[in-house]
C-alpha cells in the first residue's frame, strides 16, 4: 500500500530521512503516527526508526541530544524541528514486566516492528510513501480490531503495561479487542501490579479522556483489571454504573472531571488517599478534591457568589457538564451571572494590601492584620464592601474602633 499524499508532519521530517539514505542507512516513519495517518487521525509525535545505531546517527548530524541513548534513541535538531531517531532494536528477557533486561541494536527493520505491541502499532512508512505491514496491520485496520504482534502471551508477559495500552487505544481508536489478544490481556491482569502506578495512571487517565472511554472501561472491567488496581478492587458493579449514569455520548471535558466523577462513582470518601495511592501530583489533587467539594454543595443547594469566588468558573462549568451528563438541573447562566457580579476574582485583585493597612493604621504583621485582610476579602465578595481604598479603610476604621 502507498499513501497518496504524504502528511504534512511526515513531508517536514523527510530531509531528516534522506539524510540517512544519503549516509547508506535505512529508516522509516514508524509507530502510532503512521496509524493515525492511515486513519485520516490527527498526528502527534513523528518518530523515527533506522538501521543506524546511535553514534552512526550523531555523526550524520550536528545537533543532536541523547535523551535516551542507551536505548537506542538519539534526539536529532533539524529544519526547526525535534525528531527522536532509534536505532532498529530487539530485546532480551524482560525481568520486571516492564523492561528488558538488554537492548540489542539490530540492522533489521523486522525485527524492529516484531517487538511492538499491537499489529496496528507495527506499520512503518518508508519515504516514499509505501506503507510496510508485516503483520497484517493493514487488515486489522479495516477491521477496527486491536491484535498483539505474534504471541499475545509474550507481548504481555513482557511488559504488562500493554495490558493498559490495549484497553486505551480501545477507548481512543473504538476498536474491539480480538479474542486471543483479550484472553491473554485477562489471564495476564494480575501483572498490573507490577508496573509502577505512575504509568498506569497516565493510560488509564488517556483512557477516561477518550472518545470511547466506555468501551475502554467494559474492556477493563470484563479482563477484571480492576481487581489490580489502586482502590478500584471490588468496585466492577460501581464503575457500571458510572457509565450507565452518563449519557451515552458524554465525554469528559479534562483529567481532573474524569478522575473526581470516577471517584464519586465508587463512593470513596478519602479523595486524597486515593489519589496518593495513584501517585498524582499535589496540583491534581487540590483540583480533583475541588472539583468533588462544589460536586457536593451542588447536590443540595444553587451556586453562590461565595462559591464561585471560592472554586472560580472553569470548575463551576466542569461541575455543571457533570450534571448534565446524568440528566440533573443545570446552572450554566447563574454561573455567567454570578461570575459577572464579582467584583473580585482572586485576592490580589483588592486595590489594598496587608503593606496599605499597615502603613495607614500602624499594624504590625500577624494574626490580626491576616483576619482584617480575611474579613476584607469575604466583604467584597459579599458586596458588602467595595473594591474601593475609602470604602476599606472605613471598614477597617470600624473593626478597629470595636476592639
Known sequence: MKLKKMPSEFQKALPVLKKLHDADYEAYFVGGSVRDSLLNRQIHDVDI?????????????HRTVDIGIEHGTVLVLENSGEYEITTFRTEDVYVDYRRPSKVLFVRSLEEDLKRRDFTVNAFALAHDGTVIDKFSGLSDLDNHLLRAVGNPEERFTEDALRIMRGFRFSASLNFDIEKLTFKAMTENADLLE????????????????????????????????????????????????????????FLFSSSFQAWAFLIISIKQKEVKSFLRSWKTSN?????????????????????????????????????????????????????DYLDDQLDIHHKHDI??????????????????????LKQVEEGIVSKEIKNTKESIFAFVTEELKCE
Open 49 to 61: 526508526a533506522t538501521s543506524a545505531y546511535p553514534e552512526e546517527t550523531k555523526h550524520v548530524f
Open 194 to 249: 507490577k508496573i509502577s502506578i505512575e504509568r498506569t495512571f497516565i493510560e488509564l487517565d488517556k483512557l477516561l479522556t477518550a472518545p470511547y472511554w466506555k468501551k475502554g472501561i467494559s474492556y477493563l472491567l470484563e479482563a477484571k483489571a480492576n481487581q489490580f488496581l489502586p482502590y478500584l478492587v471490588g468496585k466492577k458493579a460501581f464503575l457500571s454504573e458510572m457509565m450507565t449514569n452518563l449519557a451515552p455520548d
Open 283 to 335: 496540583d491534581f489533587q487540590k483540583m480533583v478534591s475541588q472539583l468533588i467539594k462544589l460536586y457536593e454543595i451542588r447536590e443540595h443547594r444553587s451556586l453562590q457568589l461565595k462559591d464561585l469566588y471560592q472554586f472560580g468558573k472553569a470548575l463551576a462549568y466542569s461541575v455543571e457538564e457533570l450534571r448534565l451528563g446524568q440528566g440533573k438541573a443545570v446552572q450554566f447562566d447563574r454561573i
Open 351 to 372: 486595590v489594598v494590601n496587608g503593606g496599605d493597612l499597615m502603613k495607614a493604621f500602624k499594624l504590625k504583621p500577624g494574626p490580626k492584620l491576616g483576619q482584617l
